[in-house]
């Protein structure tokens, strides 16, 4: 899994900020909204079994344009956020699959304010956030 984007170093952290755009109408709204309707809607729990490729796929290529950057005002790091279920809808969160080691690219969310942190990182990796000022509970 990677951010073909370039817009952040470490794709696990992107879905945290797609995550935290899903229910804010996001540029994307729209193409996720057909791809749900393709892939998710049919999907067989432990049938199908794993990632959707196809959405996967979306999440990595997707540039977030400056106006989704300027929606993000929390993130919130925790398993069992919405956005892994549309990767992987029967994702049970008990491997590392998701976890993230760098929050490299946070810069781009200038109003940025707070942090939730439940898991998906050592608490470390979130140190960049506290050094610029932002809030992390």
Do not use: A
């Not at 940025?112 to 470390?124: D, G, Q, R």
Request: charged residues 30%; proline residues 3%.
């Amino acid at each position: 899994m990677k951010d073909y984007s370039g817009m952040f170093e470490d794709f696990g952290f992107k879905l945290i900020i797609i995550d935290s755009l899903l229910n804010k109408q996001p540029s994307f709204e729209d193409k996720l909204k057909l791809l749900k309707e393709k892939y998710i809607d049919s999907y067989e729990w432990y049938v199908n079994k794993g990632i959707i490729k196809e959405i996967l796929t979306f999440f990595e290529k997707i540039v977030l344009t400056e106006e989704d950057l300027r929606k993000v005002t929390e993130l919130c790091f925790d398993g069992g956020n919405d956005v892994y279920f549309l990767v992987q809808p029967d994702w049970d969160g008990e491997d590392d699959s998701f976890n993230i080691s760098s929050v490299t690219g946070f810069e781009r969310l200038v109003n940025l304010k707070e942090v939730e942190y439940i898991s998906m990182c050592h608490p470390e990796t979130l140190q960049p956030f506290l050094e610029s000022g932002i809030s992390v509970q």
